[in-house]
């Protein structure tokens, strides 16, 4: 296969693998070398820092509003630059580290990530912790794909599975665990510590990667500079529009010039990657109706789960009166649930077909979100809330345990790469317009003013995103099932882990990723 590695990295919230051994492969040792259990933990620990600041600042979110006087739009690209650096850029990551060497652009990353971490960390304005996110999703797009190919090429084939299990888990772990652990950092320390916890374990990181890791590259291509710069460049404006059309009035010619500017070099970005012979996201996989449709249930699915959970963490702290440890305590049977249903419901799509496991995902997402919009008042009692937090990460595991299979079937086995890591921007951008969204139709609605003024906003911000996971569900349900395009050339096993990728079945050839040169199957990443 020609695949590059490059082309199977993520986004946030959140990654995870499925990586296959051919059956018909040479033999290797069985045992894991030392150099490949110093690539193991190195590779892990990496992933672990990287994915926990996907969801560890919402529980800090309303200290942070309160110590920096941080208006909403201020809050939102707290999430927002941090979310929207790393969708954007994910799909050129591992690009870098095939041509200038994984090794050292992993390095570099880390560098990146530790600096914008230490820059969060001394932010004396809501603005300055804004840019510093953004500095940090640069180097989180930079680690982690890097992280998965680099730990796939030092692992025995015979071991592949079992490392990138743990890999996959302990990235899980951060993803369901990152508000728990903001809650409890920033009540027992402050919220800048969220940050600073990053900076020790960076400044450890980067000698053992130069170190221990061997370098290792991919086939060298084409960067698509200019489609990196168009999308991100659109994006930024069309975000930027949707955050402060409320402050400003959504008729304000700042507004819709930043709506027109953003939505024309969206366009032109289209329109390049039609024309390019290097694109970065091949239009032409939208034609496939198998491959349009899991996307946009992706990305609605992103859009109303992580537009809520921004408004509900804040809840239990500006309403009721909680700290962030309670508030991350409470959340935590939304998102530590997929954690337990993902592998039985990995195991289940396969037989009953992951377009229906999609569809009910999403449709208990929903049922989940509009259950919390029409109980939540200012003194509405916990158990109220469990329920609607059980169904809906219930729902959440339903969805991520067939989606990448359902992507993945739609494309030859050589464009797996390119279809998980667009798949996976999706979702991240889903998450991006759906705190800005969300955070508009709060703002129309209620304030931070009073507890009740803060319910009468997030109540119908929260139904907005319950309404638009169903249609979600409409998507999913509207895909036909398929034959892939082209089967696989060899019998595969996988080993799949965690609470992020909810991997693919694994009598499926989508779980394994393109061929390095030097023989290494690269697995595609995966991630919420």
């Given at each position: 296969m020609t695949q590059q590695p490059s082309q199977g990295s993520v986004s946030a919230i959140d990654g995870v693998a499925a990586v296959s051994a051919s059956a018909t492969r040479a033999p290797v040792p069985a045992g894991m070398t030392p150099r490949a259990l110093w690539t193991l933990a190195i590779t892990s620990l990496a992933v672990f820092m990287v994915t926990l600041d996907n969801l560890v600042v919402t529980t800090a979110i309303p200290v942070i509003r309160e110590d920096l006087h941080a208006?909403?739009?201020?809050?939102?690209?707290?999430?927002?630059?941090?979310?929207?650096?790393?969708?954007?850029?994910?799909?050129?990551?591992?690009?870098?580290?095939?041509?200038?060497?994984?090794?050292?652009?992993?390095?570099?990353?880390?560098?990146?990530?530790?600096?914008?971490?230490?820059?969060?960390?001394?932010?004396?304005?809501?603005?300055?912790?804004?840019?510093?996110?953004?500095?940090?999703?640069?180097?989180?797009?930079?680690?982690?794909?890097?992280?998965?190919?680099?730990?796939?090429?030092?692992?025995?084939?015979?071991?592949?599975?079992?490392?990138?299990?743990i890999w996959g888990g302990i990235s899980g772990l951060a993803v369901a665990f990152g508000p728990v652990v903001g809650g409890a950092i920033v009540t027992g320390i402050s919220w800048h510590w969220i940050f600073w916890l990053n900076v020790p374990i960076g400044l450890v990181l980067v000698p053992l990667i130069l170190l221990r890791l061997d370098e290792t590259r991919g086939p060298a291509s084409k960067l698509d500079l200019p489609g990196l710069a168009l999308a991100s460049t659109g994006l930024v404006g069309i975000v930027w529009g949707l955050v402060r059309a409320n402050d400003l009035g959504w008729t304000s010619p700042r507004v819709i010039g930043a709506f027109v500017v953003g939505g024309a070099l969206v366009a032109a970005f289209v329109a390049w990657e039609l024309r390019t012979d290097h694109p970065m996201l091949p239009m032409r996989f939208f034609g496939n109706r198998t491959f349009a449709l899991a996307n946009v249930a992706s990305l609605f699915m992103f859009f109303g789960m992580f537009g809520a959970i921004f408004f509900i963490a804040q809840f239990f702290q500006t309403v009721q009166g909680l700290s962030p440890l309670q508030s991350g305590l409470r959340i935590l049977p939304w998102t530590a649930m997929p954690m337990l249903v993902a592998p039985v419901a990995g195991a289940v799509s396969d037989r009953i077909g992951g377009r229906r496991l999609m569809g009910v995902g999403l449709t208990l997402q929903a049922l989940g979100l509009a259950w919390i919009a029409a109980v939540a008042t200012p003194t509405t009692a916990y158990v109220a809330f469990i329920g609607p937090f059980a169904i809906s990460g219930f729902g959440m595991a339903l969805f991520f345990a067939p989606v990448a299979n359902v992507v993945l079937s739609s494309v030859r086995p050589e464009e797996e790469g390119q279809a998980s890591g667009a798949n996976n921007a999706i979702r991240e951008l889903g998450g991006v317009f759906g705190v800005a969204v969300l955070a508009a139709v709060f703002t129309a609605n209620g304030s931070y003013a009073s507890g009740q003024q803060f319910v009468d906003g997030m109540n119908p911000a929260v139904l907005l995103g319950a309404a638009v996971v169903a249609v979600g569900a409409v998507a999913a349900f509207a895909i036909k099932r398929a034959p892939r395009a082209v089967p696989a050339e060899t019998p595969l096993i996988a080993a799949c882990a965690c609470v992020s990728c909810w991997c693919a079945p694994p009598d499926h050839a989508s779980d394994i990723g393109p061929q390095d040169p030097a023989g290494t199957q690269i697995p595609v990443l995966v991630t919420p």
């Open positions: 208006s909403l739009s201020g809050l939102q690209w707290t999430v927002n630059a941090y979310t929207l650096t790393f969708a954007v850029l994910l799909l050129t990551g591992a690009a870098l580290g095939d041509r200038f060497g994984r090794r050292r652009v992993l390095a570099i990353g880390i560098v990146v990530f530790t600096a914008g971490s230490a820059g969060a960390a001394l932010a004396p304005s809501i603005v300055a912790l804004d840019i510093a996110r953004a500095v940090q999703g640069l180097g989180g797009a930079l680690v982690l794909p890097l992280t998965l190919t680099v730990l796939s090429a030092a692992v025995p084939a015979s071991r592949r599975g079992l490392a990138l299990g």
